[in-house]
């Protein structure tokens, strides 16, 4: 909001993409991507706006609770855009420690006083600073005795928490829940056409204030610190590495794809996958992939003209109309099916929101009738591997039993450990063929994999 001709704050810029995502006019992400590249913000003031956005959404449940006790009619009785000031001024005082409390009242104050009346800046100020004085009784950082607390202190949707829980049990659950609250790492693959991962370390190293770290899950990735938008650094743009998250880079070299092979990714979009296929293949053979958007297809062929990946081949279908139109059958295919992405919550928080138990129901039908299409193009002897951004089992696990009583032909594949490094057996949770990760093993995405092969 703008005061006195000057430019908005970031904090007025974060209150605004926090009113539009209640309004819902856009997912979180969308609208603070925009608002970023319009604003005349400094980097510094960007990364508050970011932090304030995704930290407000993700402990959305717990700042609630936290108003319901300092307002007497309750959160739901205050304007939608008050609401997302207190939630914003109260995210500052109980999780950002560099901020300074009487900083955090004093702004937060200030915006209530150009955005409405005196009645609404006095009822902020009281809030904020009834929360001050009473911070041991009405804090969200007590030790969880009950499901319903952990809904409060870990801030998700009681369902989901009972869910872990059943799930999981109770230990794992804990964990996962507390993970999904951290902020993600920066992950890049590097490019292995092009550099060697200690080569391309030592090289930002040298040449960069953030440090680099070789990824302790993938074999391919670099956790970058300091660096902002990895994507707009100058060796992103030279094909230097993608950005991809540690979890995910594991999907291609469970698909282990050879030079010459014919390979199909079949929900492809953005092409993070599609891109590391091609690569392991050093760029021989072919890996088609298919999205049912083609504007997503437009992402995927920007991919790999940045990386310099000549054969990829992008077509516009839905995934489970697939036909080989007299071509041969695939020798490898990656199904990384439409999800709840329940695994993606520390970088996607709007998830937690919006997903139910009924759209999860929904996503299984669709997963099985793609696991069924993608089950007539692979030759016998090929590969299907079957990945997942999620923990939810029936959409994972239960998803690939089923599917091997339908298919026969096809059966799980152990040797999938051989491609992977030892330390996913060691911290995640395996069957044969398969391997379920939790945000809290590796502070990574939340990921499904299963390998099978089709009998000869």
Not at 54 to 66: E, F, K, P
Not at 178 to 204: G, L
Not at 400 to 423: A, G, N, S
Request: hydrophobic residues 35%; proline residues 5%.
């Amino acid at each position: 909001m703008k005061k006195n001709n000057q430019r908005p704050s970031a904090r007025d810029v974060a209150l605004q993409i926090l009113i539009q995502y209640e309004s819902k006019e856009a997912f979180s992400n969308l609208l603070l991507n925009r608002s970023l590249e319009r604003s005349e913000l400094e980097p510094r003031d960007k990364r508050l706006v970011t932090e304030l956005v995704y930290g407000v959404i993700q402990r959305q449940n717990s700042l609630d609770w936290v108003m319901d006790k300092l307002i007497s009619r309750g959160s739901k009785s205050v304007e939608p855009w008050v609401k997302q000031l207190l939630r914003m001024g109260l995210y500052q005082m109980i999780y950002l420690d560099k901020i300074p409390e009487r900083a955090a009242v004093h702004e937060t104050v200030e915006i209530a006083k150009a955005r409405g009346h005196k009645g609404i800046s006095g009822l902020v100020n009281g809030v904020l600073r009834n929360f001050l004085r009473n911070k041991d009784t009405f804090s969200p950082t007590f030790t969880p005795t009950s499901h319903e607390e952990e809904a409060i202190v870990y801030s998700h949707p009681l369902w989901m928490v009972k869910r872990l829980h059943e799930v999981y049990g109770d230990k794992e659950a804990a964990k996962a829940l507390q993970a999904q609250n951290q902020p993600p790492k920066v992950s890049v693959r590097i490019n292995s056409m092009r550099w060697d991962r200690d080569a391309f370390i030592e090289a930002w190293n040298e040449e960069e204030t953030g440090g680099a770290s070789p990824s302790e899950l993938a074999p391919d990735g670099v956790i970058l610190k300091g660096v902002g938008n990895a994507a707009s650094h100058f060796y992103y743009q030279e094909g230097a590495y993608t950005v991809q998250d540690e979890s995910s880079m594991l999907v291609a070299r469970a698909v282990d794809p050879k030079p010459g092979m014919r390979v199909l990714d079949a929900c492809a979009a953005p092409g993070g996958k599609t891109t590391h296929l091609a690569e392991l293949m050093n760029d021989e053979g072919i890996v088609i992939a298919y999205d049912v958007h083609n504007h997503k297809m437009d992402l995927i062929r920007e991919h790999a003209r940045r990386l310099d990946l000549q054969h990829i081949k992008t077509r516009v279908r839905d995934a489970r109309e697939i036909q080989l139109d007299g071509e041969p059958l695939y020798d490898a295919i990656l199904l990384d099916a439409p999800c709840s992405g329940l695994g993606v919550i520390h970088r996607k928080p709007d998830i937690k929101w919006s997903k139910e138990t009924e759209q999860i129901r929904d996503l299984t039908k669709i997963q099985s009738e793609l696991l069924d299409r993608m089950a007539t193009l692979v030759k016998p002897g090929g590969t299907l591997v079957y990945s997942t951004c999620t923990w939810e089992p029936q959409e994972n696990r239960e998803q690939v039993e089923q599917f091997l009583k339908r298919h026969p032909e096809f059966e799980l594949d152990p040797t999938m450990f051989e491609r992977l490094p030892e330390i996913v057996k060691k911290r995640g949770i395996t069957g044969d063929g398969w391997v379920q990760l939790l945000p809290h093993h590796f502070n990574s995405d939340g990921f499904f994999i299963a390998r099978m092969k089709r009998r000869v």
